[in-house]
């Protein structure tokens, strides 16, 4: 373990591990719904990580999140094809601290799994994280026309335990585009690998 970091949430960075990514673009929550989800992440912080009352408010965090994720709300950026294909390529070719095994562009986020890293400290975690923010939100900007800022500035991050929880985090993926009724079968969705 390479250390703990808070933000909003804690963050484990490990050695050699595997992570689980979502960025949604800055305007993709409902105000109403931010508001929300800054109430569960307060209550989290009076609870030991550990203990069963924080597992289960973080997996109502994910489920709310989600929940308003996947009814594309906001811009959309990536809601065209084409873009989610020129994406794809960008997540394929990305090889600056991460390297994506899987991933899924939704019209307003993006879920991605990584290829085992390694980082020397939490900082440089956080500067790898922080590099391909900046590094997709100059992408989508110069692909679509966009300027300024892309990404909200928080985003999820968990590191991937082992084999059974990564191949749980590649199904998720994999189905997200028809759990929002986006498409009928996974394979019809351009920008999920």
Not at 47 to 58: G, I, N, P, T
Request: net charge positive; aromatic share 14%; charged share 25%.
């Amino acid at each position: 373990m390479r250390g703990i970091y808070h933000d909003q949430l804690p963050h484990w960075v490990v050695d050699y591990g595997c992570y689980s990514l979502t960025f949604h673009c800055k305007d993709s929550l409902p105000a109403a719904a931010l508001l929300k989800l800054r109430e569960i992440v307060a209550s989290e912080a009076s609870v030991a990580s550990r203990d069963e009352a924080y597992v289960e408010q973080s997996r109502q965090r994910f489920a709310m999140m989600e929940h308003y994720l996947d009814q594309s709300h906001g811009a959309c950026p990536f809601a065209h094809a084409s873009i989610r294909s020129d994406l794809s390529q960008f997540i394929k070719d990305y090889d600056d601290g991460f390297r994506f095994r899987h991933w899924v562009v939704m019209p307003n986020h993006w879920h991605l799994l990584t290829e085992p890293a390694s980082f020397a400290s939490t900082g440089a975690f956080k500067h790898a994280i922080k590099l391909f923010k900046m590094r997709s939100n100059a992408f989508v900007n110069k692909s679509t026309g966009l300027s300024g800022r892309l990404w909200m500035r928080s985003g999820y991050d968990r590191w991937v335990r082992d084999a059974v929880e990564y191949q749980r985090w590649v199904k998720y993926l994999h189905g997200n585009p028809v759990k929002a009724c986006l498409c009928r079968q996974s394979k019809d969705w351009v920008g999920l690998k």
